[in-house]
């Protein structure tokens, strides 16, 4: 396979790290876009991407961390989700939330995540301990669950209980998950896309944005079918089968960069 192709293959997941890392579409495009700009202005650089995905997320974060803070949301529309991650960005440790979603969220070891931080395995080790506290820190909030596979969803269920925070319903198709929205709207959704009825989550979600702004965390077992590029994507995204702490991960993240204002 070529250099070129390779890079292709990588790409679609290197820009949901990069949305989940800036809390925006906009701007994880946009550090991606950065990246393949100086790969293609520079033979070297271009060169050192052979090895698979850790060269990749290596030159990415050379380019994120090079960028001072704040300037992710540069030249982008400032919306409330966005502004909720600037209120924030001073209280989070920009490494430690690197190092939490490589090791979760993109299914890297700790040794391959200090190779692309180019940090020392303790270091990073250290990284991850300390974001994983800091998602205890979290301000707590009511979610809904939006899963048809009732074993899924009692360890979701279970999961988000076990980090505080409460369950504001659990929803099998659309119209279950509007008849929880109509009680009270959540704080945060956790949502399959294919549904018991043949309804779909993205619909179900799109009744819920409607209503009000509140972060969303797809969970599904086709992500490259949101990672096309042709539509708004979504910021968080699960692979199913999912390990528990890339969920929490997501939860982290997903909170962190919400609207300052209480949602719950």
């Given amino acids: 396979m070529s250099l070129g192709n390779q890079i292709a293959a990588h790409l679609p997941y290197l820009r949901r790290y990069a949305r989940a890392l800036t809390g925006s579409q906009n701007a994880g495009d946009a550090f991606v876009r950065e990246m393949l700009e100086a790969v293609l202005a520079d033979p070297g650089l271009m060169a050192s991407l052979e090895g698979g995905r850790v060269p990749l997320y290596r030159v990415f974060s050379k380019v994120w961390s090079s960028a001072q803070p704040g300037s992710a949301f540069s030249g982008a529309a400032a919306g409330e989700h966005e502004s909720g991650a600037q209120h924030r960005l001073g209280a989070i440790t920009p490494p430690g939330r690197q190092a939490l979603l490589l090791t979760t969220l993109e299914d890297f070891t700790m040794a391959e995540a200090a190779a692309i ?142 609207s300052s204002r209480p949602l719950s």
């Fill in 117 to 258: 931080l180019e940090r020392d395995l303790a270091e990073v080790e250290a990284l991850v301990a300390e974001a994983v506290a800091g998602i205890e820190r979290e301000q707590k909030t009511s979610v809904l669950v939006i899963e048809d596979e009732p074993l899924i969803a009692m360890q979701l269920e279970d999961l988000v209980s076990g980090l505080g925070h409460s369950i504001a319903g659990t929803a099998a198709t659309r119209t279950q998950a509007r008849e929880v929205v109509a009680g009270a709207m959540p704080g945060l959704v956790l949502a399959d896309i294919q549904l018991a009825d043949g309804s779909s989550g993205l619909d179900a979600v799109d009744d819920i944005l409607a209503l009000g702004s509140v972060p969303v965390i797809f969970i599904t077992a086709y992500p490259e079918r949101l990672l096309t590029g042709d539509r708004p994507e979504p910021t968080y995204l699960v692979t199913k089968p999912f390990q528990e702490a890339t969920v929490r991960a997501a939860i982290s993240q997903a909170l962190f960069f919400r």
